[in-house]
């Protein structure tokens, strides 16, 4: 199971009430750009990396994970970064203002001052102030500023500054009392803050020194040049010593560190001229460097923070999967393409991800046609085009290209003809005939429109603008007065976007018209250029909306209407770089965010209505709204949290009250489920649990040991914990023994997993859990069986009755024997022998043979349904139902460790998608209370999909279907998981073949294991 991972503080703002106080979304999210800056905090705990996307994010280095991304005003790539204090965090930026964090709270505090300040040659910062030299400064001046409220605290001429000179580097010493200048021309000196005066210069250095930074005296100070590196101080000047450095030198627990040739070098500054290389590993292209952590660390281009000495990653690497592309249609459908290849389809109309398309090398073109029925793929490092036909998802055909590279897609209404960018130059593709179209007077142009109903593509050149028709390659042309981007209306009217000097912006219908015109076309109108709305621009008619949509290269959306300036529609409309922004019809936006998620907005509101993400190469997702309320796989939500007042809460905590199956629906509908509030439960802080004896990695003997918990309340209030001893519940109920809980938890022989849990008073919020390994060497008494029921009913009660439900149960039960096991021994109750009583003794029966390392097989098939309850199966006509507390029981007391439990079970009754949500949330309650694999086929119809061509239940078709192909595991071995993975792939593949619809539901709680070995059943 993966580590639990701490990422990113939603750049949007998941702000659920007053600043200070705000619960944030935590999502395991890395760098996915070049790290421009590093720095580490005063007390050594935290460093701060910051890529060129804006994006800063906080690393705690004794736990060695992510724990908080701070919001940035878009389009600033930081420049510097400095802690004012263990948690206040300064950025300057390339848009020359200072920007104050609350690290604490991840709260950007202030952006100081309104109007640009430059700088020249480096900043510093001492006691939460800021040290700069402006660029316009006449004479030479150093400035300290307050940079919440942006006053100056003091100014000093810098000493021996002539007419002319410019300042390249500046350090202070810890106090702040005393500040270290390198001027150009090779002088650096030191003055005296408290006295601005001089205290020493050496004037015949040679130039473009860069200060490293006092030493550990605070009076040596350290510089780097094109010679080597220089120790300075009130009496001398040592150096040049070692090699020429890369980049400039750091000092690292009394040492001096660089690099030289891509190695990482290292002096002593008792003994300068004894130096050398530190480790043998060069070191990743990188564009940051910091000490942290008693090393030096490098930002690489990969977007990554690594040990210089060796070049491994110094934090955890999660199993995020950003989302580079998004497309979708007007119904809801979702096509997400990953870095790492895969293109994720959800779709919110069933509220599920219905695919996930396997391919090579990152996604980074994606479009739809206009009438939704044709996909086209482009990658970075595969030179094919990929078609998919939507109905199915599947390959229709593919279109090797010249290289790879096309961004920008265009797709046609019909899903002929494809246009797209490669290096600048447009491409035109006629999909049907596999071939590139032969228009090389188009070669260059990069402004260009589909038109929405014909295959017609217009092109915005220098001089004139092109429309085209793809079938006859008809052409026709237009002035073109200074227009750069392109877009028809819904009646197939091209218009045209153009930047004015000095800031305006002109939206142009596009017409017949002579040269010697001067005067623009009637429908021709002006907008003021909003701030900060930058200075690149897409132009896009929303047909949900009816009017006309600007996107800039910051993100911002905005409307053109009727009025005289551009209005802001969102405040950050997501990556500009997506070939696609309309509205759902709905009025929902869904785009791709700063850090590679789907965000849902809606205009007007100034943070995403929910997100979605992906997580191992799509495997896993999740998806949360604004209220904290969430759906997806249980692994994702096990690595999501939520951040408040320094506490971490992990999303899958909140199970009880915040789990929404088919929540994905709610963006789709428009609605905000789950009004304005925080996450349910969010402010309750749960027990915290840990393991009092044995011992962490203990060996034992027995085979059942005494296991002593402390559960402590936080002030939420404490309820009784429970045991899972490798992911499967203990039945036995703890006793408590001098304030303490003592568990007799059963093992396993070898390695064994022990977790403790416990929920608040309320029962709303479960502790984070305390974990413990142990490995016991108790000789195996025996092998491990299979051990199997399967219970088929056609028949339950008043409901509608089912065909294949019994012949699903006896056939399921024969194809999962299999040479893993010792022995499988199976109960197959079906038809009259479905019986409550007759399952009873069938537990009762198995359990008495039953041991840990034994595996469990639950099949039930027929009739399911919710209520107030919780689950129940109906059983014979005469029997009284299974209640999904029972069988809870039931599992969490049979011996076996290893249990899957298949429910083919439809929602009887059930006819709206509250019960059927219901029915779910029963469904993996039970799962979580007894620690079991289960997979659930749940809808909201009357009856469970049975297909007659297929002879079975659709859930038992695909389970059979799996069994026989799903890829085993390095060992040769079919897992659970990897099973559940190929089933919950297969059936919405099914379903779309005969137009039809379920949802299969997966409820991880237990650990993976082995179900058979790669051979035929």
Same mark, same amino acid.
């Given at each position: 199971?993966?580590n ?8 949007t ?33 935290f ?74 040659g ?137 690099? $030289? !040739? =891509? @190695?990482?070098?290292? &002096?002593?500054?008792a003994?300068?001229?004894? #130096?050398? *290389? ?6 990743p ?45 007007d ?8 870095s ?9 109309? $069933? !509220? =599920? @991800?219905?695919?996930? &398309? ?6 980074? #073109?994606? *479009? ?26 599947t ?7 010249s ?13 002929r003809f ?22 090389p ?13 014909q295959?017609?593509?217009a ?19 237009y ?29 142009v ?16 109108h ?11 621009f897409?132009l ?55 850090e ?34 969430f ?5 994702a ?5 939520w ?19 088919g929540l ?14 925080s ?47 490798n992911?499967k519940a ?14 007799q ?5 070898g390695?064994?997993?022990?977790r ?17 390994r ?40 024969e ?28 537990f ?20 399911g349904t ?47 998608d ?35 061509s ?21 060992r ?5 998981n ?24 997966q ?15």
């Amino acid at each position: 199971m993966k580590n639990t991972l701490l990422g990113m503080l939603l750049l949007t703002g998941l702000c659920l009430a007053q600043p200070g106080s705000s619960p944030r979304l935590l999502l395991p999210v890395p760098h996915s750009l070049p790290i421009c800056v590093l720095s580490q905090s005063s007390d050594g705990r935290f460093l701060a990396s910051a890529d060129v996307s804006g994006a800063i994010k906080i690393w705690d280095q004794s736990e060695k994970q992510l724990r908080q991304t701070l919001l940035s005003p878009r389009g600033m790539m930081p420049m510097w970064l400095d802690w004012l204090s263990p948690d206040r965090l300064a950025c300057y930026g390339n848009d020359f203002r200072y920007h104050t964090y609350d690290v604490s709270t991840g709260q950007l505090l202030k952006s100081q001052p309104e109007k640009p300040y430059r700088s020249q040659g480096g900043l510093a910062q001492a006691g939460g102030k800021i040290y700069l030299c402006p660029a316009k400064s006449d004479p030479l001046t150093l400035e300290c500023w307050e940079p919440l409220t942006w006053k100056k605290q003091g100014s000093w001429k810098i000493p021996e500054a002539l007419a002319g000179d410019s300042l390249t580097s500046l350090t202070l010493n810890s106090e702040g009392s005393r500040a270290c200048l390198a001027l150009s021309g090779g002088k650096v000196l030191e003055m005296s803050l408290d006295q601005g005066k001089l205290k020493w210069l050496r004037p015949k250095l040679p130039d473009s020194l860069w200060l490293a930074g006092y030493g550990p005296d605070g009076k040596t100070v350290a510089a780097s040049g094109p010679q080597g590196i220089y120790l300075l101080d009130a009496t001398s000047v040592r150096g040049p010593f070692g090699s020429k450095p890369d980049q400039r030198a750091h000092w690292v627990d009394g040492k001096i560190q660089y690099l $030289s !040739g =891509k @190695r990482l070098c290292q &002096l002593d500054p008792a003994h300068p001229e004894i #130096g050398g *290389t530190v480790g043998s590993t060069p070191v990743p292209e990188n564009m940051a460097q910091a000490t942290g952590d008693h090393h030096l660390l490098l930002g690489t281009m990969q977007g990554r923070v690594v040990d210089a000495q060796n070049g491994q990653a110094v934090f955890a690497e999660p199993q995020f999967s950003p989302i580079r592309v998004l497309t979708y249609d007007d119904k809801g459908n979702l096509f997400a393409g990953l870095s790492s290849g895969q293109v994720v389809c959800w779709s919110l109309q $069933s !509220g =599920k @991800r219905e695919k996930v &398309l396997e391919g090579r090398g990152r996604v980074q #073109g994606l *479009t739809l046609s206009g009438d939704g029925r044709v996909l086209v793929v482009s990658r970075a490092d595969d030179a094919k085009l990929e078609i998919y036909d939507t109905a199915s998802l599947t390959v229709k055909a593919t279109l090797t290209l010249s290289a790879p590279g096309l961004i920008q897609l265009r797709c046609s209404q019909d899903g002929r003809f494809l246009a797209g960018l490669r290096e600048g130059k447009l491409e035109v593709y006629d999909l049907h005939r596999q071939q590139l179209l032969n228009l090389p007077a188009l070669l260059g142009q990069a402004g260009f429109a589909m038109h929405p109903s014909q295959p017609v593509l217009a092109v915005a050149g220098s001089r004139e603008i092109v429309e085209i028709h793809l079938l006859t390659l008809q052409r026709t042309s237009y002035t073109n007065y200074n227009v750069g981007t392109l877009a028809y209306n819904g009646q197939g009217q091209l218009f045209g976007l153009g930047l004015y000097p000095p800031d305006r912006l002109r939206l142009v219908p596009i017409v017949a018209r002579e040269i010697t015109d001067i005067d623009f076309p009637a429908g021709t109108h002006d907008y003021a250029l909003a701030a900060g709305s930058g200075h690149s621009f897409f132009l896009n008619y929303d047909l949900g909306s009816k009017g006309w949509l600007m996107r800039n290269e910051h993100g911002g959306c905005f409307v053109l209407g009727d009025q005289l300036q551009a209005r802001r529609l969102l405040p950050d409309g997501g990556s500009w770089s997506s070939a696609q922004f309309k509205s759902l019809a709905n009025g929902i936006f869904p785009t791709v965010g700063r850090e590679y998620t789907v965000e849902f907005w809606k205009a007007g509101e100034d943070s995403p209505r929910g997100q979605l993400l992906a997580l191992d190469k799509g495997a896993e997702w999740l998806v949360t709204d604004r209220s904290g309320l969430f759906d997806g796989t249980p692994e994702a939500e096990r690595q999501v949290e939520w951040y408040l007042d320094n506490r971490k809460v992990r999303v899958d905590q909140l199970f009880e009250k915040a789990y929404r199956p088919g929540l994905l629906k709610s963006f789709l509908r428009g609605a905000s489920s789950g009004g304005e509030s925080s996450a349910p439960g969010l402010q309750i802080v749960p027990p915290q649990v840990s393991f009092v004896s044995p011992l962490a990695e203990t060996q034992v003997a027995q085979r059942i040991i005494d296991v002593r918990v402390s559960v402590q309340d936080q002030g939420g209030g404490v309820a009784d914990p429970k045991l899972f001893v490798n992911g499967k519940a203990v039945a036995q109920k703890p006793r408590n023994i001098d304030g303490d809980w003592l568990f007799q938890a059963p093992l396993q022989p070898g390695v064994n997993d022990l977790r403790c849990t416990a929920m608040d008073k309320s029962g709303t919020v479960e502790s984070r859990g305390g974990t413990l390994r142990l490995t016991c060497t108790a000789a195996i008494s025996r092998n491990p069986k299979l051990l199997v029921i399967a219970v088929g009913l056609n028949q339950a009660g008043s409901a509608s009755k089912l065909s294949f439900a019994e012949t699903d149960a006896k056939t399921l039960s024969e194809k999962l024997k299999s040479p893993l096991f010792e022995a499988c021994d199976v109960r197959l109750l079906a038809g009259d022998q479905a019986r409550t009583d007759s399952l009873k003794t069938a537990f009762e029966d198995l359990a008495k043979e039953a041991q840990s390392q034994d595996t469990l097989v639950l099949f039930l098939a027929g009739h399911g349904t919710a209520d107030a309850k919780g689950y129940r199966f109906l059983m014979a006509p005469g029997q009284p139902d299974l209640e999904g507390s029972t069988l809870t029981r039931w599992l969490r007391e049979f011996p076996a460790q290893k249990q899957f439990v298949i429910l083919d079970t439809c929602h009887a009754g059930a006819v709206s998608d509250e019960l059927a949500a219901s029915f779910a949330i029963n469904q993996q309650r039970m799962a979580r209370g007894s620690g079991v694999y289960l997979l659930a086929a749940c809808r909201s119809d009357q009856s469970a999909l049975e297909l007659p061509s297929l002879k079975h239940g659709l859930l038992t078709y695909t389970l059979l279907e799996g069994l026989k192909s799903a890829p085993p595991n390095s060992r040769q071995q079919l897992t659970v998981n990897g099973l559940v993975y190929y089933v919950c792939n297969m059936v919405p593949d099914l379903c779309r073949q005969v137009g039809l619809n379920q949802d299969v539901f997966q409820f991880v709680s237990g650990t993976d294991f082995p179900i058979r070995v790669n051979s035929k059943p």
